[in-house]
């Protein structure tokens, strides 16, 4: 009988491509080892067309006892076949062209059977035969199952329909921290409490196993962070992926899942995002106390579930940090629950992890049980600023030496941005004190003006800036109004602000106009800035600062302005509306040699002046055109309001917002010199009337209850006189000024500056300036368009 039987290779092994050893041959056996079937995998194995093979007994092709390779209780293929179970060797069998073939071979029984259920020739078993080409393959695959199983350290589970457990490799078991006997049936959730991280997958385990059963699709790489049932106090994190299992026949019996647990590397990146996520988020500001808070943030919960940090009390106020005392401590931030206590002074008992870990500057935690309390000391160049305390609850996880590496590392980087901020109060404190210093301390008391003033440093971490106002006292009862603005902030701000005040003062001395003082201080700006290559000795520059200076003449009502790339002031008259002077803006300081232009404007008794610098109409967002109309809008409303009402008023409206520059303020309300206080006469250019100008010097004076400054007011009038007809063409102009002193001025048409110098013994003139300087309290000249002014001030009679 000759028969070619078709075999199907077993399920797995593929004939076209194969992932298994080359194709293996089958033949059907009899019960009495007869062969009853031959596959032409045989026929290309052997050699042997079926024709020469059916019929004859299975063990003629057998060249070599298999003794030494037959497994324990496996019987031969000349023996009766056992029909009790699949059996492996390995034999040497014929080959037609007289050679051998070492080959494994397997015997599959097709149907139970006990021993003489089959007879004849009925096949009964699958004799499945491989080149040892195979063998190897075959003994790896063994040894590479049984690894699986028993060695494995990735964790093997089958899990059946309802995601109960059928099966577990050693691994598994040994996580599982039971008998596999007590664990099967038990559900994977029972098994393994936990959450579901990956967001590709956040469907639960069960849905998930049951949704592999069904489509066949593997899913890889869930991660799940949960309790172990061997480490319970721990948080651990596995690395899971599932794939079907099929049978035989190809039909689903259960998911494999397959496990590793990956929480050390998941505490690796979790604890680099967290140091990521502190380097973007400590010290954005430069106060100590939202430092802390900020790592608080930071920390809590996934590190620590509360911080405590305490800084050195000294450190606070900007000083240099010293050897830090376990009682010389501040509470900055106190995540624990008890917020009311920062502020509060901190002292830990001596000996104590905390003191422990402040006096040798390294890490230090509970000595008593596992430590749930860490202690690191805030270190900057070798000094201890402070402690932070990291807190974990009793049933939390413990901190190991990762943790302890962490903590350092996020106090290391918190006492760098708290000695930031250390050195910024430090600096800024410095320039506040330096800019108030700079600044008036009190305005003056005048009488043609009611004159308040309001100085806010910035909000912001830049420090103080270079804003400055004042009020001059000048020639004829004037007053120069001036306010500026430096560009930049801190100490190199504020003396650069120091300077241009003073040089706006010096300039003002001189008597000279509003643009030709701004002409003359823009010079000095410019020169300064190539001296020393734009910046001065503590790096900044005043190139760019921009300045308003005007002169308010009490007796005349008018005052002039220029400006230098300055906002122009409000004005408010006493029945007009609200204001600002079209002034030509002019550049910045420093920035063009260009001339600057002055403009005149009357102001009638009681009209408001109000200089400001751009710090105070800023709006976030809005621009400056949005503040100057809400500074109009409470000018107008509280116009009424004294100088220094009306300044705290425009500070509450406008200068609320949080902003990035400096504020300044000066509100002036104008007074006016009556008739009774000013004395005007204009005189031919005739030597015979120098002594009616004298006369009528000394009737004004009787009328004013001035008699005692006749005769030095005679000597001056005189002198004044004499000099101005001598010199000069035209009208002479005399006038009396009394204030809070009283001013003889002398006007003619001449641009000559006289000079007060010693005369020589044999020089009959040329004594007359020097005996007004030693008579009066003050002398000058001031110079017009139209000529120049001699004035001279005595002090009034203390009554």
């Known amino acids: 009988m000759e028969r070619l039987l078709p075999f199907t290779p077993p399920a797995g092994e593929d004939e076209g491509g194969r992932l298994g050893p080359p194709p293996a041959a089958f033949a059907l056996v009899a019960a009495d080892g007869v062969l009853v079937g031959w596959s032409r995998e045989a026929e290309a194995l052997l050699g042997y067309p079926a024709s020469q093979v059916l019929g004859r007994r299975a063990a003629d092709l057998i060249a070599t006892s298999p003794a030494g390779r037959d497994r324990p209780g496996e019987p031969r293929p000349d023996q009766r076949l056992p029909l009790g179970g699949t059996r492996s060797t390995v034999m040497d069998v014929r080959h037609r062209g007289g050679g051998t073939v070492r080959v ?10 006990s021993d003489g259920a089959a007879s004849g020739q009925a096949p009964v078993a699958v004799l499945r035969a491989a080149e040892l080409e195979g063998l190897r393959w075959w003994e790896t695959r063994q040894a590479m199952l049984q690894g699986l199983v028993t060695q494995s350290p990735v964790t093997l589970t089958i899990y059946g329909p309802g995601a109960r457990l059928l099966w577990a490799n050693a691994s598994s078991v040994r996580e599982l921290g039971g008998d596999l006997t007590g664990l099967l049936g038990r559900s994977i959730t029972e098994l393994f409490p936990g959450d579901v991280l990956s967001a590709q997958h956040p469907t639960p385990p069960e849905d998930l196993v049951q949704q592999i059963l069904e489509t066949g699709e593997p899913v890889i790489d869930v991660h799940f962070r949960g309790p172990s049932p061997t480490d319970p106090r721990r948080e651990h994190v596995w690395s899971s992926s599932y794939f079907r299992l099929l049978d035989g026949r190809g039909d689903p019996v259960g998911v494999c899942e397959q496990s590793i647990d990956v929480t050390d590397h998941y505490r690796a990146q979790q604890r680099l995002a967290l140091l990521a996520e502190a380097g973007a988020r400590i010290g954005s500001t430069l106060d100590p106390f939202a430092t802390a808070a900020e790592l608080a943030k930071v920390a809590v919960p996934r590190f620590a579930g509360a911080v405590l940090v305490d800084i050195a009390a000294e450190v606070l106020e900007g000083e240099e940090p010293k050897p830090v005392t376990a009682w010389g401590l501040v509470r900055v931030a106190d995540s624990e629950g008890a917020p009311s206590r920062v502020g509060e002074r901190v002292a830990y008992a001596a000996g104590s992890s905390q003191a422990e870990s402040l006096a040798g500057g390294r890490s230090a935690a509970d000595v008593a049980g596992a430590p749930t309390r860490l202690y690191v000391p805030l270190i900057v160049r070798g000094t201890p600023l402070g402690l932070v305390t990291f807190v974990r609850g009793e049933d939390s996880e413990p901190f190991d030496d990762g943790d302890r590496a962490v903590a350092e590392e996020l106090a290391s980087r918190t006492a760098v941005c708290i000695d930031n901020a250390r050195r910024y109060r430090r600096e800024h404190t410095a320039a506040l004190m330096l800019q108030r210093s700079l600044l008036p301390r009190s305005l003056p008391q005048l009488s043609g003006v009611e004159a308040a003033s309001r100085y806010l440093p910035a909000d912001s971490h830049l420090g103080a800036g270079g804003d400055w106002f004042d009020v001059i006292p000048l020639s004829g009862a004037r007053v120069g109004l001036v306010v500026g603005d430096v560009v930049g902030h801190g100490l190199g701000a504020a003396a650069t602000m120091g300077r241009l005040r003073a040089m706006v003062r010096t300039l003002a001395e001189l008597d000279l106009a509003p643009d030709e003082l701004l002409a003359r201080l823009n010079d000095q700006v410019g020169k300064d800035a190539s001296d020393h290559n734009g910046e001065d000795a503590v790096g900044s520059s005043a190139v760019g600062a921009t300045c308003l200076y005007g002169i308010y003449d009490p007796a005349l009502r008018t005052s002039t302005w220029a400006a230098a790339g300055h906002l122009a002031p409000a004005v408010v008259q006493p029945h007009g509306p609200v204001s600002f002077l079209r002034l030509p803006p002019g550049s910045p300081l420093g920035v063009k040699r260009l001339p600057y232009e002055g403009v005149e404007v009357e102001l009638a008794e009681g009209s408001l002046i109000v200089l ?31 100088s ?22 000066l509100v002036v309300r104008t007074r006016a010199l009556g008739a009774r206080q000013v004395a005007t006469w204009e005189l031919p250019p005739d030597p015979a009337l120098v002594a009616r100008a004298r006369a009528m010097a000394v009737e004004q004076l009787a009328e004013w209850g001035l008699d005692d400054l006749a005769f030095t007011t005679e000597l001056v009038v005189s002198e004044l006189v004499t000099n101005a007809i001598r010199h000069a063409s035209g009208p002479v102009g005399l006038r009396l000024i009394r204030d809070r002193s009283l001013i003889c001025e002398v006007s003619d048409s001449q641009h000559t500056s006289p000079h007060a110098r010693y005369a020589g013994s044999d020089e009959e003139g040329g004594r007359g300036l020097f005996m007004v300087a030693q008579l009066t309290e003050h002398w000058g000249t001031r110079y017009m368009p139209a000529g120049k002014t001699i004035w001279a001030e005595q002090a009034l009679p203390v009554t």
């Open 612 to 642: 400001f610098t751009d710090g105070l109409v800023q709006v976030r967002g809005k621009g400056v055109d949005v503040g100057l109309d809400r500074l109009a809008a409470v000018l107008g409303e509280q116009r009424g309001s004294s």
């Open 104 to 113: 494994a071979v397997t015997l599959h029984p097709l149907t139970p059977a």
């Open 644 to 665: 220094d009402r009306l300044c705290a008023q425009i500070v509450a409206e406008l200068a609320s917002d949080q902003v990035q520059d400096d504020r300044t303020l």
